[in-house]
């Protein structure tokens, strides 16, 4: 019974494109995530939404753009992808903000060619 | 800026004690330290959270001082599963900061 669970799991894709990853969370969380963890391994948070509202929005290109659609969904839309865009993608999710214990998916490896 | 210090790497060997030190010198009044742990081509994993002296569950242990601007992770008897990249977090009040984990601790377990 998968709590975070995120599709695809490898994406390989040319520049230029544009993609969708997908994330789902069946823990009855308020506040979902999306992580950048780049080939130095830092962890950075991308965005938060707290019941379907954006609460954190990082200095990301705006070619990202995350939708929920309702509160155990979301997902992220990349435009015009470009190589530095290549990275593992997880989506987290918690009962709350700030404090509270995070959940994360299995992550999407992203590979710009 | 990173708001946290650990060191980069630890080498230990199964059945040890491993002590995982962090330095956060500008913690603030409401904030708490939380660990969490990733191994290889996963995301982390919660593992513990405090605020003040110490917190114990069944997976680890965190000793924190009175002036808080430091922490332990303590995890007693290591096996070879342990093996991963510890992240030592202080969560400035659900803020963004607070929520980029750094390059965390690459813990390496010996037979």
């Known amino acids: 019974d998968t709590a975070v669970s995120q599709t695809p799991k490898y994406l390989v894709t040319q520049m230029g494109n544009d993609k969708s990853i997908k994330c789902e969370q069946n823990l009855g969380h308020d506040t979902m995530y999306w992580y950048k963890q780049d080939s130095k391994k830092f962890l950075k948070i991308m965005f938060s939404y707290n019941n379907k509202e954006l609460i954190i929005n990082e200095t990301v290109p705006n070619r990202f753009s995350p939708k929920s659609p309702d509160k155990a969904h979301l997902n992220l839309h990349i435009n015009s992808l470009e190589l530095g865009d290549s990275a593992v993608y997880f989506c987290?999710?918690?009962?709350?903000?700030?404090?509270?214990?995070?959940?994360f998916g299995p992550g999407t490896r992203l590979t710009v060619t | 800026l990173a708001k946290t210090t650990q060191p980069i790497s630890m080498d230990s060997y199964e059945g040890q004690e491993v002590n995982i030190t962090c330095s956060h010198n500008?913690?603030?009044?409401?904030?708490?330290i939380t660990w969490y742990q990733q191994f290889p081509s996963q995301g982390p994993r919660f593992i513990i959270q405090g605020y003040k002296t110490k917190v114990t569950n069944e997976v680890a242990s965190l000793f924190i001082p009175a002036d808080r601007k430091s922490s332990t992770l303590s995890l007693p008897r290591v096996s070879l599963s342990d093996t991963a990249v510890y992240y030592c977090?202080?969560?400035?009040?659900?803020?963004?900061?607070?929520?980029?984990f750094g390059k965390g601790t690459h813990l390496i377990i010996q037979p």
């Open positions: 987290a999710s918690s009962p709350g903000g700030g404090f509270y214990e995070q959940y």
């Open positions: 977090l202080v969560v400035l009040g659900g803020g963004a900061d607070g929520l980029t």
């Open positions: 500008n913690i603030a009044t409401n904030d708490y």
